[in-house]
């Protein structure tokens, strides 16, 4: 860093940069200044990004919500949605999840559900910086080798 000493006709251009008021801090952290809230939604999204990553987790939601979230990703324009068979409750400073998964057949449903439970309280935690206070996973499926895709029927061919 530069040395802030005034030459002799006024202030060099990094003292003044220095002082100015955007720089001025009147005491405290920044984060006792105000407060941050995170909606439900956020959550979700971050776990279900993080449940998926999980090897062994083949969908998320149940038979329903699966065939339901199909059509709507057919939908021009529509997005996949990434907290499908995630619910959360978040509060100032805990949040506490639910899951929905479908597991792959041949897993150990265990160690799935371990390492998912691992996953979603490691990136919630350190996205949003809340404590996660529980994880319930509900298997509600397990995907067979030779099942085909659950795709809805098409009523225009």
Known sequence: MTDMTENRGGENETAAVRRSPLAKHSGGDAGSRGRTTIADGVVEKIAGLAARDVDGVHAMGSGMSRT?????????GSTK??????????GEVQAALDLEIVVEYGVSIADVARDVRENVITAV????????????IAVSDVKL?????????????
């Open 68 to 76: 339901f979230g199909a059509v709507r990703d057919r939908v021009p």
């Open 81 to 90: 949605s990434v907290s499908r068979g995630v619910k959360a409750e978040v």
């Open 125 to 136: 935690e350190r996205m949003t910086g809340l404590e996660v206070v529980e994880v319930n």
């Open 145 to 157: 080798p030779d099942e085909e895709e659950e795709e809805p029927e098409r009523r225009i061919q």
